[in-house]
C-alpha cells in the first residue's frame, strides 16, 4: 500500500514541478540585417541555445530565399526573369501567394511589386532629393499586383513586365518569426517568443502568464500618451510605419512605405499596430492599412477574420487613436 500512495503522489507532482522548473531563456543575433530575438522557457540552457540557434537558422535559410538585397537569392533570381513560369520552393510559395491574397482585398495598397519604387524612394533618402515625375512614371509602369501571376496547381510565379522587382520587406519577417516558432515547438519548446524589430510571433505562453507581455509601439511625439501592454499568445503582431524608418524632403517627411497606387512614400505620419493569428498577417497587414489610411484600413481588418488593429495618427498636429473592434477584446495589462 505504501509504495503505490508514495508513486501517486510522485505522479501527481511531477507535471506541477516540470512546470515550475522552466526558466526563461533569451537570445539576440543579427538576422535579415536586424536584431532577431528568441525568448523561450526551457528547463535547461542547453536546450534553449539549442533551440534559439536553430530558430536563427531557419531565419537565415529564409533570407538567402527572400532578400532583395542578396543578388543570389532565389526572390532575386525571380524578380530578374520576364514572362515564362518559374517554379517557386514552397516557402516563396507560402509569401507570394498570402502577398497576392492581401494586395487583392487591399485593392493593390499592399504590393510586393513595389521593389523599382521602393529604390527610387531609398535613393531620395540618400540623395535628400524628390525623383522627378519621369522617373516615377517609368517606374510605376513595372509595378502592379496583377503582372505577378501565380499558378497554384504547378506552384510557378510568372512575371509579366519587364523589369520587374519583388520586395517581401513587408511580410518576411513576419514569416520568419512563424517559421522559427514552428522551430522551437518542433524540439518541445512551445512557451517561445521571437521578433524581429517591429515584428513578432508569439508562441504558448509563459508558466503562469495570461500570455506575453508586449508594449505597443509607442508614437514618437512628445505629447503621445503612454504606450498600451498587451498579452499575447499564439499570434502575431506587427507595427508598421514612419516612426522607425523616414526621410525628410523640404519639410515633408516621407516613409519608406510607398503607395503603389500613386508612387510617392506615404506622407501620413502613423504607427499600425495589429495582431492576427500568425506573424506573417500581422506583417503584411499592418502595411496594408498603413497605406489605406485609417476608413478603409479598418474596415480591411474588420472584414479579416482573428485580426485586430491600433492606429495612432498625428493629422494636423493632432494626435487621434483608433482601434478596431476586436482590439478591444486583446488581454491588457495595466503596467
Ligand atoms: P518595417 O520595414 O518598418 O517593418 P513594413 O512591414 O511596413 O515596415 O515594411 C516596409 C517595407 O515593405 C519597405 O521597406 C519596402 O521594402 C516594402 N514596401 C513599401 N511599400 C510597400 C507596399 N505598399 N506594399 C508592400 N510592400 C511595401
Ligand atoms: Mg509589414
Known amino acids: 500500500m505504501k509504495i503505490p500512495a508514495l508513486l501517486l503522489l510522485w505522479v501527481l507532482v511531477l507535471p ?9 531563456f533569451a537570445f539576440e543575433k543579427a538576422e535579415m540585417g536586424l536584431p ?7 528547463a535547461d540552457e542547453a536546450a534553449a541555445r539549442a533551440g534559439a540557434d536553430a530558430a ?6 529564409l533570407n538567402a530565399v527572400m532578400s532583395d538585397y542578396d ?30 491574397t492581401v494586395a487583392e482585398r487591399s485593392g493593390g495598397a499592399f504590393d510586393i511589386t513595389v521593389g523599382p519604387l521602393v529604390n527610387v524612394w531609398r535613393r531620395a533618402r540618400r540623395t535628400q532629393t524628390l525623383p ?15 503582372k505577378l501571376r501565380l499558378d497554384p496547381e504547378h506552384r510557378t510565379a510568372e512575371l509579366l513586365a519587364p523589369e520587374m522587382r519583388l520586395d517581401l520587406g513587408a511580410i518576411a519577417k513576419g514569416f520568419a518569426c512563424d517559421e522559427a516558432l514552428a522551430v522551437l515547438k518542433q524540439r518541445g519548446l512551445p512557451r517561445a517568443l521571437v521578433g524581429g524589430s517591429g515584428d513578432m510571433a508569439a508562441g504558448d505562453a509563459p508558466p503562469d502568464q495570461p500570455g506575453w507581455r508586449i508594449e505597443v509601439a509607442p508614437l514618437d511625439a512628445p505629447d503621445a500618451p503612454p504606450p498600451q501592454i498587451v498579452y499575447l499568445k499564439n499570434c502575431g503582431i506587427a507595427t508598421s510605419g514612419d516612426v522607425f ?14 503607395d503603389p497606387r500613386t508612387g510617392l512614400g506615404l506622407t501620413d505620419h502613423s504607427l499600425v499596430t495589429i495582431i492576427a493569428p500568425d506573424g506573417m498577417t500581422a506583417d503584411a497587414l499592418s502595411t496594408a492599412v498603413s497605406v489605406l489610411g485609417p476608413e478603409l484600413g479598418l474596415k480591411l481588418v474588420e472584414e479579416t477574420p482573428g485580426t485586430a488593429a491600433h492606429l495612432v495618427r498625428k493629422p494636423a498636429g493632432k494626435i487621434q487613436f483608433l482601434e478596431s473592434a476586436r482590439w478591444r477584446d486583446v488581454p491588457r495589462a495595466t503596467r
Not at 16 to 24: F, T
Not at 36 to 42: D, E, L
Request: a positive charge; charged letters at 25%; glycine letters at 4%.
Open 36 to 42: 532577431f530575438r528568441v525568448s523561450v522557457y526551457a
Open 132 to 146: 522627378d515625375a519621369a522617373l516615377l512614371a517609368e517606374m510605376r509602369a513595372r509595378v502592379g499586383y496583377k
Open 245 to 258: 524608418q523616414r526621410v525628410e524632403i523640404a519639410g515633408q517627411r516621407y516613409s519608406h512605405i510607398v
Open 16 to 24: 506541477l514541478r516540470a512546470a515550475e522548473e522552466l526558466r526563461k
Open 71 to 100: 543578388s543570389d537569392s532565389e526572390l532575386s533570381r525571380l524578380s530578374r526573369t520576364t514572362g515564362g513560369a518559374v517554379p517557386v520552393s514552397t516557402a516563396l510559395w507560402k509569401v507570394l501567394a498570402h502577398a497576392q
Open 56 to 61: 536563427f537558422a531557419r531565419i537565415a535559410e
